[in-house]
């Protein structure tokens, strides 16, 4: 693990139809290949995310706000570490609502599994 000090993994499962709003970001090739909070390797090409608290294997519809393109993503990983951001998506994800154009934008992501 990346930060083995923190624990943040919960055995509940999130509750359908959660919503969460702040900004996103997307992260990749300096993590590309290696090992995920979750124990899977990170691939930048799947549809995933980090996030904080949410139980790996949580599902998300995420919308980006200004553009209103979404993309739906798996929680494997923690994080974003950088105030103010709720989520990190994977390249692809990322790059799906516009992000590899901007860096980071507001979106409001919905727990839909």
Do not use: W
């Not at 693990?1 to 509750?15: D, L, Q, T, V």
């Not at 959660?18 to 090409?45: D, R, V, W």
């Not at 980006?64 to 570490?81: E, K, M, Q, W």
């Amino acid at each position: 693990m990346r930060f083995p000090e923190k624990h943040y993994a919960s055995k509940e499962k999130a509750e359908i139809g959660t919503k969460l709003q702040g900004e996103a970001s997307y992260y990749g090739p300096g993590f590309h290949g290696k090992q995920t909070a979750s124990g899977e390797i990170f691939n930048q090409n799947d549809y995933t995310c980090a996030h904080k608290s949410l139980p790996f294997g949580t599902k998300l519809k995420v919308v980006r706000d200004d553009t209103g393109a979404s993309v739906v993503v798996r929680v494997n990983d923690r994080g974003p570490y950088v105030d103010g951001r709720i989520l990190d998506l994977s390249v692809a994800a990322g790059k799906d609502i516009g992000l590899d154009k901007v860096g980071h934008a507001k979106v409001t992501a919905t727990v839909i599994e």
